[in-house]
């Protein structure tokens, strides 16, 4: 068989797929606290997030490096999948909080003694999970259709979007929204009737976003082979030539829109039991911008690029702020400026820069054209001097 | 006497009071090859422009077969079977040859229809037909940013084609050309007519000629009006036309 790159990406997946679906959580669970291979749960906790961070890294390169469609405001429905799965955990929360009342503390502060209606429905788990996709689908549904059908394009779509987030955010800092303001939802305790401190429900949360990493990448890589995910590229390429074949581009960018707004949705929605904590400042735009700059070091218009990105720059974040607390912001971005200047494609474009190099430095000289240049160098000077 | 199939009547589109296009009435009939000359501002991009839906008159009346062109947007009037070949090759540079065709191929236009990786075997058939025409049939599985310029116009025109449209609007189909890349261009253009009608847009007098032979009829456009209309022989020796355009160069 042929030894292709997609062939080799299969590879690749197939093993990383392996060792974060089996092998880390195995090394968690089967192994003793002090074996030098065992895995802690604290590990077990951070790998989650960054995994959802990668699923949201990919549903950011869907609309940016497959669609050319850069959306700054990504965060803002992975926010909203954070906070639909919030509120059903602060209702497991029952009468556990701080008060002892039956409804969430911050609503006891804010002087409610019941539950407000809209609350009602989300100690149903169904219902919370139905909301993770309706909320953000709805929103992203007609922010893109009244966007699209506008011809909102380019960099004014960008800017557009930061605006959405923007708006939100100051919109959930608000207390009388009942959504607890700036201080958001935390204090987390059970989630389908499990113990959140538990190593085993950390443990299949983080199992649970490992799937969904992978079910994204299959899904994303099914429609780029699609004729659809061929119409994205070419609305990206010219959207001009598109329009004019007799396709209705709002509507292919609507789709896409949409569906990575509830990708996003779902990673928020695994990631708040994860991190514990969810406030509107996931909703800043900054945090939009970030899933960007993830994209862009890991390489766009690639499926695994995003992922390697997410990992890779949360990781130095990381370990940036627990070994250079006062550096760790240089050490960003000096990343970023190096891959934009060194690797424009992202890191997934290194290997085959290297080998570029290794063949270049390999290789002597091709003694033709160093002749000819050679040759060539006394001839122009000749030509310039005074006969 | 054959069926007009492309009506324009009157039609003024004024940008920021610069009239790109002012009164112009045109008619194309069904089967023809029409040939548009006119020097840089003539307003035939507008006059593309006006018929696929990119832009809008402010006055007078467009219409193919019975369909109202003003009512409807770009896509809408390509799917009623009017095909748009740009100035500048337009083709999708990251997909390859092959691909840029399929995308192009007659056929459903909408989202779910899009959800599938399978191309049935007519299409197929259809779009190796065309890789032969525009002698691309080597570079297939190139993708088209790796293409000669001569070979993505010769690309594009070949989309046009896929489309299968009752009218090609052709802008400038030899920029860019060798003499025997735009002589076979020629000959490409030329026998579509009679199963589709052709609305070619050019500069180069020799390519005029030689698609203009058998007779047909040139308009030169001048300042977004109709100059005059006839004969290639009689169109150059128009005095008018010398002095506008022709005969530019001698002064």
């Not at chain 1, 802690?40 to 790998?47: K, Q």
């Not at chain 1, 007609?142 to 966007?147: D, E, N, Q, R």
């Not at chain 1, 994205?232 to 292919?252: H, K, P, W």
């Not at chain 2, 180069?204 to 058998?214: E, L, N, P, W």
Request: include cysteine; glycine fraction near 8%; proline fraction near 5%.
């Amino acid at each position: 068989m042929r030894r292709t790159p997609t062939n080799f990406e299969t590879w690749g997946v197939t093993v990383v797929a392996v060792l974060i679906l089996i092998v880390l959580p195995g090394l968690n669970a089967f192994t003793p606290a002090d074996s030098f291979l065992h895995v802690s749960d604290f590990s077990i906790g951070l790998y989650g997030k960054y995994l959802c961070y990668a699923v949201l890294a990919i549903s950011v390169d869907l609309l940016w490096g497959y669609t050319g469609l850069l959306s700054l405001g990504q965060a803002l429905f992975f926010s909203l999948g954070g906070y639909m799965m919030g509120m059903y955990l602060m209702r497991m929360i029952g009468d556990l909080g701080q008060y002892h009342q039956p409804i969430p503390d911050f609503l006891v502060f804010l002087g409610w003694s019941s539950l407000p209606p809209f609350w009602k429905p989300f100690s149903s788990f169904p219902f919370a999970l139905m909301m993770i996709f309706l909320l953000p689908g709805l929103l992203s549904l007609v922010f893109g259709f009244l966007a699209f059908r506008s011809r909102i394009r380019g960099v004014y779509f960008s800017i557009l979007t930061q605006a959405l987030t923007y708006a939100a955010a100051i919109l959930f800092f608000r207390n009388d929204l009942l959504l607890g303001g700036n201080n958001g939802f935390t204090d987390f305790k059970f989630i389908l009737g499990y113990d959140l401190r538990n190593p085993a429900t950390s443990r299949a949360l983080y199992l649970a976003t490992g799937l969904l990493l992978l079910g994204t990448y299959l899904l994303c890589r099914w429609l780029t082979t699609t004729k659809f995910g061929k119409i994205q590229r070419a609305i990206r390429d010219s959207e001009n030539r598109v329009l004019f074949s007799g396709y209705a581009t709002s509507s292919f960018k609507l789709f896409v829109f949409v569906l990575s707004s509830l990708i996003a949705a779902l990673a928020g929605a695994l990631f708040v039991p994860q991190v514990g904590i969810i406030n509107p400042s996931e909703m800043w735009p900054d945090k939009s911008l970030e899933a960007v700059v993830w994209v862009a070091v890991g390489g766009r218009g690639t499926l695994v690029g995003p992922v390697i990105g997410a990992v890779a720059v949360n990781w130095l974040k990381s370990w940036a702020t627990r070994a250079y607390p006062d550096l760790r912001l240089f050490f960003l971005g000096a990343l970023f400026i190096l891959v934009v200047l060194i690797l424009p494609g992202g890191l997934v474009s290194l290997p085959a820069r290297i080998h570029g190099w290794w063949k270049h430095f390999r290789r002597p000289p091709e003694p033709a054209p160093a002749g000819a240049k050679s040759a060539a160098q006394p001839s122009t000077l000749n030509t310039q001097l005074p006969p | 006497m054959s069926r007009v199939l492309l009506t324009v009547e009157d039609v003024t589109k004024t940008y920021d009071g610069f009239r790109a296009i002012n009164n112009l009435t045109f008619y194309l009939d069904e089967g023809e090859l029409r040939i548009v000359i006119g020097p840089n501002g003539a307003g035939k991009s507008t006059f593309f422009d006006l018929i696929t839906g990119r832009a809008k008159p402010d006055v007078g009346k467009i219409e193919f077969d019975s369909d109202d062109l003003t009512l409807l947007n770009e896509y809408a009037i390509n799917r009623l079977g009017i095909g748009r070949k740009f100035q500048t090759p337009s083709v999708y540079l990251q997909l390859t040859v092959w691909d840029n065709l399929r995308l192009s191929l007659k056929g459903s236009r909408s989202v779910w229809s899009s959800l599938t990786r399978r191309v049935p075997s007519e299409q197929a058939d259809r779009i190796e037909d065309i890789l032969k025409l525009i002698r691309l049939d080597a570079k297939a599985q190139l993708p088209a940013g790796q293409l000669a310029h001569g070979e993505k116009q010769w690309l594009e025109i070949g989309m046009l084609l896929a489309q299968d449209p009752k009218l090609l609007l052709v802008d400038e189909p030899a920029a860019g050309m060798t003499d025997e890349e735009t002589h076979r261009t020629g000959e490409l253009l030329v026998s579509l007519a009679g199963k589709h009608s052709l609305i070619i847009v050019e500069h180069d007098m020799t390519f005029v000629r030689q698609i203009a032979s058998q007779n047909r009829t040139v308009t030169v456009l001048h300042q977004g009006s109709l100059l005059c209309e006839g004969k290639f022989d009689d169109v150059q020796s128009n005095p008018k036309v010398r002095e506008v355009y022709l005969g530019r160069g001698k002064h």
